[in-house]
């Protein structure tokens, strides 16, 4: 039997995420022996979207491959780098062209999953958005089932999944649902990380949601002071990331995954 590591980060908040993650995670994939390090970025670019420096910067801090969600439109410039860079995925369930679509009706930007081959093992990332308390775009459950009954002879063993939702119910229903077909599917969105970490009965590591990376004393990763603004006064503040300076932490999970059949031995906590 091969196993295999595989590290989840949640969502970057901001400089202080990436300060974070660059300081942090080298040791980590050194100490833990870490063999494949997903980090969703989308809340890089002080707090809403990402930047090709960005991007650059996690790659370069041991990162193979980037998700994201529904924030990752904010920077269009940064559009260009959804399209050309193959680590870089967006939502596979964004609306795209297909056979029952007017060709006249341009595709989203950029990939919702990815194939990776690293030391002999193929890893397919596989990103999804939720619907449930967010924009009602394609149904994850089917994109899902799309992507890996086209793919799954391709795929090998080790599927990872990040599902960016807002809802723990839909998390949940989802993971059920693929139960068995991916090695790990991970939530993402909320920032907050949960205690739920387990193996489903068939096989897949689980966990509702990652956390999020960036300062400790905040909102999710926002100055305290303007999220209580605006609840108090029901004015929508410009948001803006928590003071750098302040204790920064790293949230995630690693999971121990036997490459041979894609299930889940173990999952942890980071």
Not at 35 to 61: C, K, L, Y
Not at 99 to 119: D, L, Q, W
Not at 129 to 138: A, C, S
């Amino acid at each position: 039997m091969k196993t295999v590591r595989a590290a989840m980060i949640g969502d970057i908040v901001g400089s202080p995420g990436l300060e974070i993650l660059e300081a942090k995670l080298p040791l980590l994939i050194k100490e833990r022996n870490i063999d494949f390090v997903i980090v969703n970025g989308e809340n890089a670019a002080e707090g809403f979207g990402m930047t090709e420096n960005d991007f650059r910067r996690i790659i370069a801090a041991g990162v193979d491959a980037v998700t994201s969600g529904n924030h990752i439109w904010e920077k269009r410039e940064f559009w260009q780098v959804l399209e050309n860079e193959k680590k870089m995925l967006r939502p596979a369930n964004y609306p795209a062209v297909s056979a029952t679509v007017s060709a006249a009706v341009p595709a989203v930007p950029g990939a919702g999953y990815a194939f990776i081959e690293k030391n002999g093992v193929s890893w397919l990332v596989i990103n999804l958005q939720g619907r449930e308390l967010m924009n009602l775009i394609d149904c994850p459950f089917q994109c899902f089932d799309l992507i890996f009954n086209t793919k799954k002879e391709d795929a090998q063993s080790v599927i990872l999944v990040d599902f960016h939702a807002e809802s723990s119910r839909e998390k949940e229903a989802l993971a059920y649902y693929i139960d068995g077909r991916a090695s790990v599917i991970a939530g993402t969105h909320t920032h907050v990380q949960t205690a739920d970490e387990r193996i489903l009965p068939k096989g897949s590591a689980y966990i509702t949601d990652l956390g999020m990376t960036g300062i400790t004393d905040s909102v999710i990763g926002m100055d305290i002071s303007i999220c209580q603004d605006r609840f108090n006064k029901q004015v929508q503040y410009q948001m803006k990331i928590a003071a750098s300076g302040n204790p920064a932490q790293i949230s995630g999970i690693i999971a121990e995954i036997d490459a041979d059949t894609g299930k889940a031995l173990s999952i942890q906590r980071i």
